[in-house]
Structure formats: C-alpha cells, structure tokens
C-alpha cells in the first residue's frame, strides 16, 4: 500500500485545513485508515481511523469536535478536515493503513511521507 499525505501548511489559530492521502497499491477495502500526528519532539500519536464502512474509531480527545475523519473509497482516498486550529495542533500529519482493522491497537503499518501543519498563534 502506497500512501501519499498533501494539504498541510501554514494557518493562523482558528483557521482550517483539509488533508488529503491519496492511496494505492491494493484493494483498500480490508484496510483500515487513520491519522496520525507527531509534534516536534514527541511519538506519533493517532488521532482517528476509519474503515471501509466508514465506521471510525473515537477521537482523541485533543481534536474532538474540531476535526473530522471521511474516506471517498471510489477514488481511495482518505481526508481529515480540521478546523478551529491551535498552535497546538502545530505537527508533521501522516495518514497510515493497515488491514487489522479498527480493533487493532498498534502502530498501522503503512504510512505515507508526512504533511506539515503549523498553526501560528
């Protein structure tokens, strides 16, 4: 599975991005897909995922209610649309997959390249 993150840059506090991953390689409909964040000097963590059904996992609690997880499976890709931005949203975002599905607790083991969200207060 090829995945390809895009939509990061640079947003004043209260303002919006959407992400988008475009994926490939396999039939994505055994996969779940979530969004992960890593902010500079910490793990990555995850935020959400969402599987073929469109069924999703809870949020953290960090980003509840300001973001949303959606997924277009006929063109295999995966957004996250975020708004009410604060700096401390500020991270590099990475959209991953894995065929373990929504139960599984662990690192996903597809992941694309990583898009840069800086929220300047």
């Known amino acids: 599975v090829q995945l390809q993150a895009s939509g990061g840059g640079l947003v004043q506090a209260g303002g919006s991005l959407k992400l988008s991953c475009a994926a490939s390689g396999r039939t994505l409909s055994r996969y779940a897909m979530g969004w992960y964040r890593q902010p500079p000097g910490k793990e990555p963590e995850l935020l959400v995922a969402i599987d073929w059904l469109g069924y999703t996992t809870n949020y953290v609690d960090s980003v509840k209610g300001r973001f949303t997880i959606s997924r277009d499976n006929a063109e295999n890709t995966l957004y996250l649309q975020m708004n009410s931005l604060k700096p401390e949203d500020t991270a590099v975002y990475y959209c991953?997959?894995?065929?373990?599905?929504?139960?599984?607790?662990?690192?996903?083991?597809?992941w694309g390249q990583g898009t840069l969200v800086t929220v300047s207060s």
């Open positions: 991953a997959a894995d065929v373990r599905g929504l139960g599984y607790g662990g690192k996903y083991a597809y």
